[in-house]
């Protein structure tokens, strides 16, 4: 089945710091392996930049305004906080990667693929309403989510975060929207601190905490059990997946234990229950993952995942 990838060049552009974690290499080694032949026959887009109006949808003004105003010179870097950094390329970056959300939520809620998966950078899920964070400048998968709610009149659409770290800045945007539903497996305890199962916002969220070093019969557990089907029950319309692969057993960053074969068992479980309950429309977009080759086949195992699903 035509899966679409969508990313930009401009996304290589943006970078937090010298030797920083989150690095243009986590991209450059991602669509190295979606050159592979068996990824042929993907659909390939270049993200837009996302509008104004579609970032205001999640953050504030003030928010917006300081991000695109910060553009240091060539090699100098501004620090936002102790971990996430803009360069002159950051601001252009973190418009397309917040872009490419949008135009795959158009092309999956237009019909014209099923599903998509967005290869950008810098990720999203830490980015709070009012405040950038944790190497994320935009709301990627929220923004994505408001649109699909405002330019295609979806009335449900669910954000699945499997991201080692929990999704804040997700949650803290959807938390008081009944028509967004937020559902989350991290690492307890770990960054960003926040995500505990007491954190249900409307009724609208759902978290499942993990032990460090838990193994990924627990993390399978814990989708089939609690998390997917509280998304069966709220019956989306459109389901959007803030894929981060740093649960992956060899990343530096977290202590789970996932492998690329746990990666495309949850995508194909996602898929299976969009194709029973929404059309089979599935937007993925790129959160964490720090280990280079651990990154690049995991996200090779989701984007194979999409396609056979
Ligand atoms: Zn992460």
């Known amino acids: ?60 003004p003030e928010h917006v305004g300081a991000v695109l105003g910060i553009r240091p010179p060539e090699g100098e870097w501004v620090m ?27 092309a999956v809620c237009r019909g014209e693929v099923k599903r998509a998966f967005c290869a950008v950078r810098p990720p999203g899920h830490h980015a709070e309403p009012d405040r950038p964070m944790g190497f994320c400048l935009f709301s990627n998968a929220a923004i994505a989510a408001r649109h699909a709610i405002a330019a295609h009149r979806m009335r449900r659409v669910a954000i699945l975060d ?22 989350s497996s991290h690492q307890w305890p770990c960054y960003p601190g926040t995500g505990h199962e007491r954190e249900r916002g409307v009724g609208n969220i759902h978290n499942a905490t993990l032990p460090p ?31 981060g692969f740093d649960a992956h057993a060899r990343d ?31 937007v993925s977009t790129l959160e964490g993952g720090y280990d280079l080759p651990a990154l690049a086949s995991s996200a090779a195992a989701h984007v194979r995942a999409l396609m056979n699903g």
């Open 213 to 243: 070093g838990a193994e990924p019969g627990l993390f399978r557990e814990a989708w089939r059990d609690i998390l997917l089907p509280a998304v069966e029950e709220f019956v989306p319309e459109l389901i959007i997946i803030s894929a």
């Open 80 to 106: 936002l906080d102790a971990e996430t950094g803009m360069a002159a390329g950051s601001a252009d970056a973190a418009l397309r990667a917040a872009g490419a959300g949008i135009a795959a939520v158009d």
């Open 1 to 60: 089945m035509n899966v679409l990838l969508v990313t930009h060049h401009a996304c290589l552009g943006h970078s937090n710091a010298d030797d920083h974690p989150e690095c243009p290499d986590r991209l450059r080694a991602v669509l190295r392996a979606l050159e592979a032949e068996e990824f042929a026959l993907l659909l390939r887009e270049e993200a837009p930049e996302a509008t104004e109006e579609q970032l205001l949808r999640v953050h504030r």
């Open 162 to 183: 499997f991201d080692v770290h929990h999704g804040n800045g997700t949650q803290a945007a959807v938390e008081r929207d009944p028509a967004i539903l937020f559902a």
């Open 252 to 282: 530096p960053l977290a202590q789970l234990r996932l492998r690329e074969a746990d990666f495309a068992w949850l995508t194909e479980r996602i898929c299976d229950l969009a194709d029973r309950i929404c059309g089979g429309r599935v």
